[in-house]
């Protein structure tokens, strides 16, 4: 069986990987689809779904199309979950190997900072980082990385640590190869696998991070994002709760397709180390 | 000038509270293209002196001299540099190289890192090289774990001398190989050794194999020297204890003698 075979094989991957597939489908033909700005008014205000076929999921508060903008928000979900934990995980895996790698007063400082950011929760974190230095999605990418970086740093350490120890690594610095090439060339890429096993906990984490710091108000305020609609609809939540519903289960549905798909290429990745 | 000369080489290791001697005052001198054998059971000390020769870990006490310069005293991009003219072959080929690399790869590196050949140069440079260590150069652009082991290791081999040195530790070279390969790899060892005049710290615990590649043997009892000589005198009439032990234990060595005999 071929890994792509053996990968949709699974049930709970295959319902994982047609949600990401809807959602990157979303996020890439938003303009196409919905061309102009989804923040501008379509129709009445509070229209309720199903009522008119113009507008399917009706409008807000303000009469803003929430098709249009749940389109145009599974872009800033995808695109910030996606690039903090890239970012996270690219932190971490070099922090790691060089604490590893390195060993003594690098490994004492480099994990003493990462124990520094563990201890601090990182929702607080991001919270604060957002605060000081303003929302933009940059920003916010960088929040959300801050605090998700130390989970794949322990993680990328430990697997250095046992692979510093390999005849290969020895063999690489008796043909005279610099310590850094041997740590990024030869050493990471074999303690990678574990890291990336982390990565679909740390996208679906960050997609609800960048929700939740939406929801408070600290997002990109030129995007449309769910957590930003979710509080939106806070306001009427009594009389129009499908403003606040609909993103709900827009989130739900991500998170859960993220982790799905996520664990199946973890679990197609492990069973292909364990044949070769 | 000897071409390595080791002296009162001393290495412990602490576990608890105690103190123990891996290496233990060893000296010993190898000749330009002449193998010395290094000898004993396990635990005796042998790898650790090899790691200790190509500087993977640090002595606690003693001196190397390499090619006359000081080689402790060497560090960072001037000992990389002289790393060039001392190689070493591992025990398990298959461990020995980065489990992603290919044969192409790993005779690559050490051809870029001592700036060998350019970067147009070195494809030519590595089919050269396999086919020195009896390979065909259409192995370059295979995996590692697609070849056999006897082919790795001729691989490992090839990495060595890439780089023309003039020492090469063989650390067990040949012990993880079936006998029918071994023979072939030792005669790949010898044959270079004649060609290019290149000294091997040969590490084995098998005598067999010792008496018939070595010059000279040191053998090792927990990390001192017990006897050290010429290999077939020390091998045939063993005067140290350990030394009698190790022969009565080569099962293939008494078979010889006893035809000697007869």
Do not use: C
């Not at chain 1, 809807?22 to 996020?27: E, S, T, W």
């Not at chain 2, 020297?225 to 091998?235: F, H, K, M, T, Y």
């Amino acid at each position: 069986m071929s890994p792509l075979n053996r990968f949709l094989h699974r049930p709970e991957t295959l319902a994982g990987a047609i949600i990401l597939g809807v959602l990157f489908a979303m996020a890439l033909f938003a303009s196409l689809l919905f061309p102009g700005d989804p923040q501008a008014i379509a129709g009445p205000a509070l229209l309720p779904p199903f009522h008119d076929w113009s507008l399917p999921l009706g409008t807000d508060r303000l009469g803003r199309d929430v098709l249009a903008e749940l389109f145009h928000g599974a872009r800033t979900s995808l695109a910030v979950g996606l690039a903090a934990a890239a970012a996270a995980l690219l932190i971490g895996a070099v922090v790691g190997t060089l604490a590893g790698f390195a060993g003594g007063v690098v490994d004492e400082v480099l994990m003493r900072i990462t124990d520094a950011f563990q201890t601090v929760p990182s929702f607080l974190l991001a919270l604060a980082f957002v605060s000081v230095v303003g929302p933009s999605l940059g920003v916010v990418v960088a929040a959300i990385a801050l605090g998700a970086w130390t989970g794949p740093a322990r993680v990328a350490r430990a697997e250095v640590l046992s692979i510093r120890e390999r005849d290969y690594v020895a063999g690489a610095r008796v043909i005279g190869m610099h310590p850094l090439e041997i740590a990024f060339r030869e050493v990471l890429p074999n303690a990678l696998p574990p890291v990336l096993a982390l990565s679909s906990v740390i996208v679906a984490a960050a997609i609800l991070t960048e929700a939740a710091l939406s929801f408070l108000g600290l997002g990109d305020p030129n995007r449309v994002t769910w957590g930003g609609m979710i509080a939106e609809g806070r306001t009427v939540l009594r009389t129009a709760p499908f403003l606040s519903i609909v993103p709900g289960i827009a989130l739900v549905l991500t998170v859960l397709g993220v982790y799905l798909a996520g664990e199946g290429v973890v679990e197609t990745a492990a069973v292909r180390r364990s044949l070769s | 000038m000897s071409l390595l000369s080791v002296s009162n080489l001393t290495k412990h290791y602490r576990r608890g509270g105690t103190t123990i001697a891996a290496v233990d005052g060893v000296s010993f001198t190898i000749e330009p293209g002449e193998t010395l054998a290094l000898a004993g059971p396990s635990g005796s000390g042998k790898s650790t002196i090899a790691r200790l020769v190509l500087r993977l870990i640090e002595p606690d006490a003693g001196n190397i001299q390499f090619k006359g310069d000081d080689f402790l005293a060497l560090n960072g991009a001037a000992l990389r540099a002289r790393r060039a003219r001392l190689q070493m072959v591992f025990q398990d080929p298959l461990a020995a190289f980065n489990p992603r690399a290919t044969v192409a790869r790993v005779l690559d590196d050490p051809l870029r890192i001592h700036a060998i050949a350019s970067r147009v140069e070195r494809p030519a440079r590595i089919a050269a090289l396999l086919e020195r260590v009896g390979l065909t150069a259409d192995l370059a652009p295979r995996s590692i774990h697609e070849i056999s082991g006897g082919q790795r290791q001729r691989v490992a081999i090839a990495r060595a001398i890439a780089t023309n040195p003039s020492l090469i530790v063989l650390d067990e070279a040949v012990s993880a190989l079936d006998v029918s390969v071994r023979g072939q790899i030792l005669e790949l060892l010898l044959d270079l050794q004649a060609r290019e005049r290149i000294a091997y710290l040969f590490i084995s615990h098998d005598l067999g194999v010792v008496r018939a590649i070595a010059h000279r043997v040191v053998l090792l009892d927990a990390g001192r020297i017990a006897e050290s000589g010429d290999a077939r005198a020390v091998i045939d009439v063993p005067q140290s204890a350990i030394g009698k032990a190790l022969v009565a234990a080569a099962p293939t060595l008494n078979r010889t003698h006893l035809q000697d005999a007869s």
